[in-house]
């Protein structure tokens, strides 16, 4: 079945603790990103990738780091997580073409307390 | 930089009744997509349909339809005949055609279907 995956799918930690989501897709999509949902603001891109080792920022990018090495894996991290970074966090692929659809994760909620 | 803007938080509507959720954007670019999603309480996000800027008809996808009105920019979300299951966030989104992925989402409208 074809299928982005995320995990965790909760997540609750402590202000500073690293931590990383991660998000795998078996479409073989070249293009991945990382968007987070606040109430009211909508989606937000932090980061994306066009391809294996080809990362660029988003709107939000502060706080976050992603890697791309392997073409199915795109994980998200946050260094020293801080409490405005809790949020509901998704991870989306798609073939390149922007009139492709985004195929997107399961979505992990995030607490930072 | 391109805006999406829904200005509808939130909308109401009978079972088998139709309603239009609205989505207006901004772009200067002549090519361009626009992308409809449904967020259900659990969380996911669900493709609904999509309209290029190009297209000469308005997209259709089942019960969704897509009134597209260029030159008022605005990319509304027909749902006829409304069912429960239809209760949720539906997010609108603009894509540029920039060769890869750069959506931008509206805020979204929360949808609730009554018995």
């Known amino acids: 079945e074809a299928q982005v995956t995320q995990n965790p799918r909760y997540l609750i930690t402590v202000t500073g603790k690293k931590l990383t989501v991660t998000c795998s897709q078996n479409?073989?999509?070249?293009?991945m990103s990382w968007y987070r949902q606040d109430p009211g603001l909508g989606l937000r891109q932090i980061y994306y990738?066009?391809?294996?080792?080809?990362?660029d920022k988003g709107d939000v990018p502060e706080g976050y780091k992603v890697s791309r090495k392997e073409k199915r894996n795109f994980p998200l991290i946050l260094e020293s997580p801080s409490p405005n970074q809790t949020s509901l966090y998704f991870c989306?692929?798609?073939?390149?073409?922007?009139?492709?659809?985004?195929?997107f994760g399961s979505g992990t909620q995030l607490s930072v307390l | 930089a391109q805006k999406i803007t829904q200005t509808q938080p939130g909308m109401f509507v009978q079972e088998k009744e139709a309603v239009t959720l609205d989505c207006t954007y901004d772009?200067?670019?002549?090519?361009?997509?626009l992308f409809w999603y449904k967020q259900p309480s659990s969380g996911e996000m669900i493709f609904l349909i999509y309209?290029?800027?190009?297209?000469?008809q308005n997209a259709t996808e089942g019960r969704y339809s897509l009134n597209f009105q260029k030159a008022r920019k605005s990319a509304n979300l027909v749902i006829s005949a409304s069912q429960l299951g239809d209760s949720a966030m539906y997010f609108c989104?603009?894509?540029?055609?920039?060769?890869?992925?750069?959506?931008?989402f509206g805020t979204g409208t929360r949808l609730l279907v009554s018995p």
């Open positions: 479409m073989n999509h070249e293009y």
């Open positions: 989306a692929s798609s073939n390149r073409d922007s009139n492709e659809k985004l195929f």
């Open positions: 309209q290029g800027s190009y297209d000469q």
């Open positions: 990738s066009m391809n294996v080792e080809v990362t």
């Open positions: 989104a603009l894509n540029m055609n920039t060769g890869f992925q750069k959506l931008v």
């Open positions: 772009t200067s670019d002549p090519s361009y997509g």
